[in-house]
T-cell receptor, first 109, second 116 residues
Framework: QQPVQSPQAVILREGEDAVINCSSSKALYSVHWYRQKHGEAPVFLMILLKGGEQKGHDKISASFNEKKQQSSLYLTASQLSYSGTYFCGTNTNAGKSTFGDGTTLTVKP | DTGVSQDPRHKITKRGQNVTFRCDPISEHNRLYWYRQTLGQGPEFLTYFQNEAQLEKSRLLSDRFSAERPKGSFSTLEIQRTEQGDSAMYLC??????????????FGPGTRLTVT
């Protein structure tokens, strides 16, 4: 079953922070996050394996709460380049991935 | 490494025709995935391969869709008797694999199919 992302869209000013959530009704093995800009392919941001670890990449970090079957993506001090649609992909095992419908982030000057 | 490539980038076909898309993954990536994406939606899983073995195929996929990865390198996705509902972006992704682990997926630029 498809994970649910929230919010569907968010508009920020440069320098503001955002949180994007991803929830699943199934027990998760891993969660991965991608950013897709209009007309381009999704680009990998980070992957989190079960165990509740938190990862970071520059000013973008994520957490994974295995018990709640949720992951959150944190964007700190957003930049114009952060604009795009963010997808979470979930795995219930080491097989296929199921993606949410995305959260569209718009960063304005 | 040049990344995942897909060919063609765009395809316009008439309803009822067959189409075939090709994906060349990053070399030495064991896993290869096919997805379909429509406007405002996330990538929808179609099928995936581990080397040359097709391990799973979406139940949503009709028998008109078939995929192969004959030598564990490039893959083809064929759609027979296309319908207007098949119009979408078809994405291919590849991933390295360590036993029992999940790794990130690297997506190709996609093939945009328009069925008229």
């Amino acid at each position: 079953q498809q994970p649910v992302q929230s919010p569907q869209a968010v508009i920020l000013r440069e320098g503001e922070d955002a949180v994007i959530n991803c929830s699943s009704s199934k027990a998760l093995y891993s969660v991965h996050w991608y950013r897709q800009k209009h007309g381009e392919a999704p680009v990998f941001l980070m992957i989190l394996l079960k165990g509740g670890e938190q990862k970071g990449h520059d000013k973008i970090s994520a957490s994974f709460n295995e018990k709640k079957q949720q992951s959150s993506l944190y964007l700190t001090a957003s930049q114009l380049s952060y604009s795009g649609t963010y997808f979470c992909g979930t795995n219930t095992n080491a097989g296929k991935s199921t993606f949410g419908d995305g959260t569209t982030l718009t960063v304005k000057p | 490494d040049t990344g995942v490539s897909q060919d063609p980038r765009h395809k316009i076909t008439k309803r009822g025709q067959n189409v075939t898309f090709r994906c060349d993954p990053i070399s030495e990536h064991n896993r290869l995935y096919w997805y379909r994406q429509t406007l405002g939606q996330g990538p929808e899983f179609l099928t995936y391969f581990q080397n040359e073995a097709q391990l799973e195929k979406s139940r949503l996929l009709s028998d008109r869709f078939s995929a192969e990865r004959p030598k564990g390198s490039f893959s083809t996705l064929e759609i027979q008797r296309t319908e207007q509902g098949d119009s979408a972006m078809y994405l291919c992704a590849s991933s390295p694999l360590m036993l029992g682990s999940v790794y990130e997926q690297y997506f190709g630029p996609g093939t945009r199919l328009t069925v008229t």
